[in-house]
T-cell receptor, first 117, second 113 residues
Framework: DADVTQTPRNRITKTGKRIMLECSQT?????MYWYRQDPGLGLRLIYY???????NKGEISDGYSVSRQAQAKFSLSLESAIPNQTALYFC????????????????FGPGTRLTVL | AQSVTQLGSHVSVSEGALVLLRCNYS??????LFWYVQYPNQGLQLLLK??????LVKGINGFEAEFKKSETSFHLTKPSAHMSDAAEYFC???????????FGDGTTLTVKP
């Protein structure tokens, strides 16, 4: 089945460490997204990419960076992790059907639970 | 600009009772609206979506939602709750060509036997 996968699924790290979370998809979608989920705060968009050369900041990009290595791969990095980056991180994809036909339905990976001590 | 408000962070119903989860949206352009469900230790999956066709939308697992423009609402309902419906539910809004969605804070549904 075409899918969205994330690695690792769980990670515990220490303050100041550099961390990379990886996302791969076999759906053939152009668009990819990184969100973080915190209890009571829903999903907040960190970065999104409409294609390999089009990367955009979301509402909470400070402290994060991304790389779109290929259409199918989108990585999220924490250059120097801090405890308030402890959260559940989701990658998602959506298809660009073209112009006004796009409805932005998103397909999510299983999530990465990150703990920063 | 777009935003979503989910009324009630926790909803508890008895098995067999009506489920009603409330969502109000704000959008400067005609919106696309979504309900996603998240089961424990899983990612989100789509329950249903409104994309400017019929205002009453039917989704998976017996859920449905009605788009009411005058009330800027998109409430999720299910006539009879099942234990397996216990999960967190997210409402989301998107504008055509925007390429991204804004999510509500989520509502946790508990189903009591």
């Amino acid at each position: 089945d075409a899918d969205v996968t994330q690695t690792p699924r769980n990670r515990i790290t220490k303050t100041g460490k550099r961390i990379m979370l990886e996302c791969s998809q076999t759906k053939g979608h152009d668009r990819m997204y990184w969100y973080r989920q915190d209890p009571g705060l829903g999903l907040r968009l960190i970065y999104y990419s409409f294609d390999v050369k089009d990367i955009n900041k979301g509402e909470i990009s400070d402290g994060y960076s991304v790389s779109r290595q290929a259409q199918a791969k989108f990585s999220l990095s924490l250059e120097s992790a801090i405890p308030n980056q402890t959260a559940l991180y989701f990658c998602a994809t959506s298809a660009r059907k073209g112009g006004l036909a796009d409805n932005n339905e998103q397909f999510f990976g299983p999530g990465t639970r990150l703990t920063v001590l | 600009a777009q935003s979503v408000t989910q009324l009630g962070s926790h909803v508890s119903v008895s098995e067999g009772a009506l489920v009603l989860l409330r969502c109000n949206y704000s959008s400067s352009v005609p919106p696309y609206l979504f309900w996603y469900v998240q089961y424990p230790n899983q990612g989100l999956q789509l329950l249903l979506k409104y994309t400017s066709a019929a205002t009453l939308v039917k989704g998976i697992n017996g859920f449905e939602a009605e788009f009411k423009k005058s009330e800027t609402s998109f409430h999720l309902t299910k006539p009879s709750a099942h234990m397996s419906d216990a999960a967190e539910y997210f409402c989301a809004v998107s504008a055509a060509t925007a390429g991204k969605s804004t999510f509500g804070d989520g509502t946790t549904l508990t189903v009591k036997p």
